[in-house]
């Protein structure tokens, strides 16, 4: 169709090469490089266009204009939006790596914290590199508090908090670290009353309900974090949400799987204190 063979001349390795080397050689030009940042963007939803953009050192030209205008917010969320898409793939991912595009996203995070539309692309990516790059407890615990800090400014917009939360579902898998960051207040930001908070912000949304509670799903996985959960009534609100979308299967398949290790810990207690009391008599 003429669809596709437009869509197959876009997607050229031609049209990419051209449309890169305008990026580096006009990279003085900021309207010249927004444009290209968004038709990057776009572009690079298209598997075939990530790989060949990946080959034609795209990733890097992209990093670039992202450092040159990193206080840019216009650049910065096509930029973002670009790499977000571009990284999935193991190759461009390596790429990243060798970049460092980590220090860059969380530069850009620090630095437009406030901008609702930047800390949702570049949380984004942090849920991608997340999934890709190794992280040392340092970095693991950088980006969590960083993205506590923009959870709290952002509270009340979905997209912030399904991307904040599919970033930090991922680094609790990575490091029991990150659930005690959540859980332990810092800077006056109590991650877990976030979260409770950002429940009660979108509690008539089932998609944002999910994502939270899959957070709460991985915390529970540390044996370590389940007394503090239990300490904070988890389950008395995670019962709650039960109750108000029992209809909901993908919802109550994350609560019954949070909640049976909720229940497991505290039958675990009981049954030592028991001992225990036999113990002492």
Known sequence: TEDSVEEGILFSKNVINIILSIMASR????ELQQVICNLLMVLSGS????????KAKGIQEIITTLRIYIDNSHICIPCCGALCSLIVTEENAQIARSEHLLRTILQVLEK???NGDVVESASAVLWVLSLQEPLNDGQLEEITLLLIEAFDLHLRKETVVKNICFALS???????????????????RDGFALLIQSYHSHFTDPEVVQDICMVFQEMVQYKDVVPELISQKLDVTLNAIKVKFASNENIVTVLDSTLSKLQAAEAGAQNEDNRNTRDSI
């Open 112 to 114: 437009h914290i406030q």
């Open 170 to 188: 991922s680094l609790i898998r990575l490091s029991e670290l990150v659930a005690f960051r959540i859980l332990v207040p810092e800077g006056g």
């Open 47 to 54: 598997e075939a266009a990530r790989i060949l953009i990946g």
């Open 27 to 30: 990279r003085k030009c900021v």
